[in-house]
């Protein structure tokens, strides 16, 4: 099976920055798209930005200039640099990975992980 574990969130004030990490950890083959979501209260999870495995970056219009996300094939780990925070940006912060795992022995699965889920609060 395939865990994601996010971190990096927090309280800052308007203007503020923050960088959020996923690592993606277990029988990994390979992951394809990685992204980001956030979910505020009372309102739908929304995508914040996605980056396949190529490089190519897809971003939500609200975010588009302020956001950043990059990943390391490396280390399975991806990375959401926010700048210019405003309080609409308020919300839970999910990490999301579509994952081919498993082995040759006893095959391969290709399924659609989440983490946890991170705090990010921007306020005065």
């Known amino acids: 099976q395939v865990q994601l574990v996010e971190s990096g969130g927090g309280v800052v004030q308007p203007g503020g920055s923050l960088r959020l990490s996923c690592a993606a950890s277990?029988?990994?083959?390979?992951?394809?798209?990685m992204g980001w979501y956030r979910q505020a209260p009372g309102k739908q999870r929304e995508l914040v930005a996605a980056i396949t495995s190529g490089g190519s970056t897809n971003y939500a219009a609200s975010v588009k200039g302020r956001f950043t996300i990059s990943r390391d094939n490396a280390k399975n780990t991806v990375y959401l640099q926010m700048n210019s925070l405003k309080p609409e940006d308020t919300a839970v912060y999910y990490c999301?990975?579509?994952?081919?795992?498993?082995?040759?022995?006893?095959?391969?699965?290709?399924?659609?992980?989440w983490g946890q889920g991170t705090q990010v609060t921007v306020s005065s």
């Open positions: 999301n990975a579509d994952v081919v795992w498993g082995d040759s022995l006893f095959g391969r699965k290709r399924d659609d992980y």
């Open positions: 277990g029988s990994i083959f390979s992951i394809n798209a």
